[in-house]
């Protein structure tokens, strides 16, 4: 059974850093192309950063400078180091596995992360 199971969620203060994290099951993790997007209450989800099998990286430019996606093979787990964190980072995070040869793909439940004082 296919799981992506997000954590590290949470309230934070402007300029404050969160650490997301994923853990993947069911699935051959390594081969995947893992992606972190977010979502605002009545807009459209947002892809956020990308990282691919062996690690390349790109980012949305509203997020480039601060945040770090990385990913660990061993332990089935992408995560999401947010740094200078904004109120206009306010979203749930979910994070998606695509696979390289199909059109298969997984999306995990979701963590919110709000950004206020």
């Known amino acids: 059974q296919v799981q992506l199971v997000e954590s590290g969620g949470g309230l934070v203060q402007p300029g404050g850093s969160l650490r997301l994290s994923c853990a993947a099951s069911?699935?051959?993790?390594?081969?995947?192309?893992m992606r972190w997007y977010r979502q605002i209450p009545g807009k459209e989800r947002e892809l956020v950063a990308t990282?691919?099998?062996?690690?390349?990286?790109t980012y949305a430019s509203s997020v480039k400078g601060r945040f770090i996606i990385s990913r660990d093979n061993v332990k089935n787990t992408v995560y999401l180091q947010m740094n200078m964190l904004k109120p206009e980072d306010t979203a749930v995070y979910y994070c998606?596995?695509?696979?390289?040869?199909?059109?298969?793909?997984?999306w995990g439940k979701g963590t919110l992360v709000t950004v206020s004082s």
């Open positions: 990282i691919a099998k062996l690690g390349s990286t």
């Open positions: 069911g699935f051959t993790f390594s081969t995947y192309v």
């Open positions: 998606k596995a695509d696979s390289p040869v199909s059109a298969m793909y997984y």
